[in-house]
């Protein structure tokens, strides 16, 4: 029995192994425990097996590929349609083994531990950021409770606690006790903060690639950073077209019968790079003046509402990003006619 292909379904503690032979026959249909996964592969002859691309997969790509076998992560929204019937792991373990046999299918690029490390220091920041809003919208909301407000912004927080402490504001004690807790942890998160955020600037200095993305206007250091964290393989992508369509800032298609119908944007990419080239297009926009800016953004900001120019201009941002990354050169102005 020769196995030319397998399609492991990965878990927490069951995983699903199908394979197929020469003849495209399922010769192989075995459920393992996470403990004997490694010891299976260990004795079976190297071989080509497929994955589910997500967190935990890029560790096992490279379990199995110390094993002497070959091995391909596919995203999961293009291994979905090739699921039959019904929904168990055996099903989906034959998906992913049929979905990787399709000549025009497309691969995520397996990951080093360090890399997954590095990506770490974005996931983690965007956490923190959202408990600090969490924290300074609670304090606000407490302190709104006995008629204290302020401006809007972590900037403000310290006016508003030291507006709480007042005697007009008549704040029992208990609640500037717990006021002052909020903000405690608002600082101990500023501090975690400021610590990965110097982590990411280091990065961002050491790295030829991210400082070449930050000479484009909208992007800042930790913008080119994590495109030169998440994005390892550019030239997988056939065009800047296609890059952008990656980030999901195409619209999407429902065209049929000749007719083309395109719709909003289809957000089937990275949200937080997308949120990156977005946030970056509307600063650009921000600053954009007749003669100063392009005169393509000037016509649009003309005729289209600033949102819907922002989304436009980050398309473009996203393939003029690509080209820099395959090219490795640094952004070039457009001249005036």
């Known amino acids: 029995m020769t196995i030319i292909r397998i399609g492991l379904d990965t878990a927490k503690h069951v995983f699903q192994v199908h394979g197929v032979d020469e003849n495209e026959r399922a ?9 004997e996964v490694e010891p299976f592969f260990i004795k079976l002859a190297a071989t080509r097996i497929g994955l589910e691309a997500c967190g935990a997969s890029h560790y096992w790509a490279r379990v199995l590929r110390s094993l002497g076998h070959e091995v391909v992560l596919m995203p999961p929204q293009y291994i979905k349609p090739y699921v039959k019937r019904g929904k168990n792991d055996a099903l989906d373990a034959a998906a992913i083994c049929e979905a990787m046999s399709r000549p025009g299918m497309r691969f995520v690029p397996i ?7 590095q990506l770490m220091l974005l996931g983690v920041r965007d956490l923190l950021i959202k408990q600090r809003t969490m924290l300074i919208n609670a304090m606000r909301g407490h302190a709104a409770e006995f008629g204290v407000i ?3 912004g972590r900037a403000k927080v310290a006016e ?3 507006r709480a402490h007042t005697a ?3 704040v029992p004690a208990l609640g500037l006790a717990m006021l002052k807790v909020l903000s405690e942890q608002i600082d101990a998160l500023e501090a975690r903060l400021k610590a990965i955020e110097a982590e990411l600037m280091a990065l961002h200095k050491a790295d ?11 992007i800042g250091p930790i913008g080119a950073v994590s495109f030169a964290l998440k994005v390892s393989d550019p030239k997988a992508f056939g065009s ?5 369509a990656w980030l999901g800032l195409t619209p999407k298609e429902n065209s049929s019968g000749g007719r083309h119908r395109q719709g909003r944007i289809s957000r089937q990419g990275d949200e937080g790079l997308r949120r990156l080239m977005v946030l970056g297009a509307t600063a650009v926009i921000r600053f954009a003046k007749p003669g100063k800016a392009s005169p393509w953004l000037i016509e649009l900001l003309a005729r289209r509402p600033r949102k819907v120019a922002a989304v436009a201009l980050a398309n473009k941002m996203a393939r003029i990003l690509w080209a820099m990354m395959v090219s490795g050169e640094v952004y070039r102005r457009p001249q005036p006619a």
């Open 27 to 35: 010769v192989l249909r075995r459920q393992l425990r996470r403990g």
């Open 111 to 117: 990951k080093s531990a360090e890399q997954q490390a």
């Open 150 to 152: 302020a401006a809007k």
């Open 160 to 162: 508003l606690l030291q």
């Open 168 to 170: 007009e504001a008549g």
């Open 208 to 218: 030829p690639v991210s400082q070449c993305l930050a000479t484009q206007p909208g």
């Open 240 to 244: 800047g077209r296609h890059f952008a």
